[in-house]
């Protein structure tokens, strides 16, 4: 069990960090102790943390996308966005606003986001000023390709971009 995090902690008393370690994301993304259903990766472009006191409190980890047809070299994903249930509010936006900036400063021209599954539409990618693109029904059975990976009923998926060529501009 990991330490509790003060009441007092906001998002000022965060500091972010590039993320090395898979090994060490990944047991954050599998700990019962965090608000997220996925799990692990077994790779990233990038992958940001948010820690008070050095502990990880928040993950944003960047993959290319999934799907080869937007696999371009232009555009790039948030594969997992993960944060523990007592961490200050806004950190997800936070962490997403940092993994931004690197991403256009990176080349990338688009940066893109899925969220649907396990009753996860989204909101912080509203919040972070990412665009709805599309809505449309997933067969959650994809998801057991892996021995280890929980199959999920068929979902609403929500896809969500962001431009990254405004802030290349700005």
Not at 111 to 126: E, F, K, Q, R
Not at 135 to 141: P, T
Request: proline residues 4%; aromatic residues 10%.
């Amino acid at each position: 069990m990991q330490a509790e995090l003060p009441k007092c902690v906001s998002v000022s008393d965060l500091h972010l960090c590039r993320e090395r370690s898979r090994n060490e994301v990944n047991q954050f993304l599998e700990s019962p102790e965090v608000d997220h259903k996925r799990g692990g990766v077994p790779g990233w472009k990038a992958a940001f943390g948010a820690r008070y006191d050095g502990l990880l409190v928040a993950v944003c980890v960047l993959s290319r996308p999934v799907a080869q047809s937007l696999d371009n070299g232009q555009i790039i994903s948030i594969s997992r966005l993960a944060a523990r249930p007592d961490r200050p509010a806004n950190t997800g936006s936070w962490l997403i606003a940092h993994a931004r900036q690197w991403a256009a400063l990176e080349g990338y021209q688009r940066l893109i986001a899925y969220a649907g599954v396990a009753d996860n539409y989204g909101t912080v990618y509203s919040a972070a000023g990412f665009e709805l693109d599309s809505v449309d029904q997933a067969d959650g059975n994809s998801w057991q390709y892996r021995e280890d990976r929980e199959s999920w009923d068929d979902y609403t998926r929500h896809k969500w971009t962001y431009d990254l060529t405004e802030l290349k501009n700005n």
